[in-house]
């Protein structure tokens, strides 16, 4: 079955500090594979993508995040930490034969100032 | 520009009372969604339509349907909205693989 796993519900860190995510999907062929940011009261925004070549794709706002296609894995990263990086953070795939785009749980994260 | 547009921002019904939130789009995509996000909760996939070929999720209640007349509009209708249905709804296209959301509608049932 397609699924997103996200490892952490609730990440609450304090300025500067560095961040990384967890994310795994499930699929078995090609896929595009997505971020997106969900900041309070406001809608989705696309954070970062990745479809093909690098596996390290850099991000708004100093976020990166990797592909390790042997891992099924799509980790966000960010070394430094900003409070309005407070939000949720949804991971999200779409695999070559389908057109749907499956979202993992979300990731709360909060920044202490 | 917003791209994609939804109307209204916030819809209040009654618990039973028929409902329909719409969805605009001006990139001229093919495809279009409707998620339903509950809080703290990852977007829920309801339908999407590629063109005019309909796509139901096998957990989408019958009691949810959608129309697209044509490319730029989507409709997404309630028959019998319950209190459970109280949700972001949201709209989405897809265009060159990346999926561009609409601000959404904030549903209440009385």
């Known amino acids: 079955a397609q699924s997103v796993s996200q490892h952490n519900h609730h990440v609450i860190l304090s300025e500067a500090a560095s961040l990384e995510l967890g994310c795994n999907y499930s699929?078995?062929?090609?896929?595009?594979l997505f971020w997106y940011v969900q900041y309070p009261g406001q809608h989705l925004q696309l954070l970062l993508k990745?479809?093909?070549?690098?596996?390290l794709v850099k991000g708004i706002k100093g976020f990166e995040a990797e592909f390790i296609k042997s891992k099924f894995s799509f980790n966000l990263r960010k070394p430094s930490v900003q409070w309005s990086d407070t939000a949720e953070y949804f991971c999200?795939?779409?695999?070559?034969?389908?057109?749907?785009?499956?979202f993992g749980k979300g990731t709360r994260l909060h920044i202490l100032p | 520009d917003a791209m994609v547009i939804q109307n209204p921002r916030y819809q209040v019904t009654q618990f039973g009372k028929p409902v329909t939130l719409s969805c605009s789009q001006t990139?001229?995509?093919?495809?279009m969604y409707w998620y339903q996000q509950k809080s703290s909760q990852a977007p829920k996939l309801l339908f999407h339509?590629?063109?005019?070929?309909?796509?139901n999720e096998a957990d989408t209640p019958d009691n949810f349907q959608s129309r697209r007349p044509n490319t730029s509009f989507c409709f997404l209708d309630i028959r019998s909205p319950g209190l459970g249905d109280a949700a972001m709804y949201l709209c989405?296209?897809?265009?060159?693989?990346?999926?561009?959301f609409g601000a959404g509608t904030r549903l209440s049932v009385l």
């Open positions: 339509y590629y063109d005019k070929d309909f796509n």
């Open positions: 999200a795939f779409r695999g070559n034969r389908d057109d749907k785009i499956i």
């Open positions: 699929y078995g062929g090609t896929v595009n």
């Open positions: 990139l001229n995509h093919n495809v």
């Open positions: 989405a296209t897809v265009g060159q693989n990346i999926q561009y």
């Open positions: 990745y479809f093909s070549g690098d596996p």
